[in-house]
């Protein structure tokens, strides 16, 4: 069975910085690609950062230089380090992985930039 269980997110001014961990089990990690997406209130959920088995990153443009995705396959643990965060980062961030044609998501984490 797989669990992913994020961890990290809070309240932060605008500027500051988090990082969030998201600890996977019931799946062979290290050859999954692993994703974060962010779902603010009223809107859909939208891909932010996603990491290969290789270690190859991708971001949406909005995070692009601000946020930073890597990977820990010893530990079976993905980040997402968040620096410079604006109230538009405001969102529930969710860990993502695709298994066999199945989508898994964690439980989320809240994070909020606000003064």
């Known amino acids: 069975q797989v669990q992913l269980v994020e961890s990290g997110g809070g309240l932060v001014q605008p500027g500051g910085s988090l990082r969030l961990s998201c600890a996977a089990s019931g799946v062979i990690f290290t050859i999954y690609t692993m994703d974060w997406y962010r779902q603010a209130p009223g809107k859909q959920r939208e891909l932010v950062a996603s990491i290969t088995s290789g270690g190859s990153t991708n971001y949406r443009e909005s995070v692009k230089g601000r946020f930073t995705i890597s990977r820990d396959n010893a530990k079976n643990t993905v980040y997402l380090q968040m620096n410079s965060l604006k109230p538009e980062d405001t969102a529930v961030y969710y860990c993502?992985?695709?298994?066999?044609?199945?989508?898994?998501w964690g439980q989320g984490t809240q994070v909020t930039v606000s003064s």
């Open positions: 993502h992985v695709r298994r066999r044609g199945l989508d898994y």
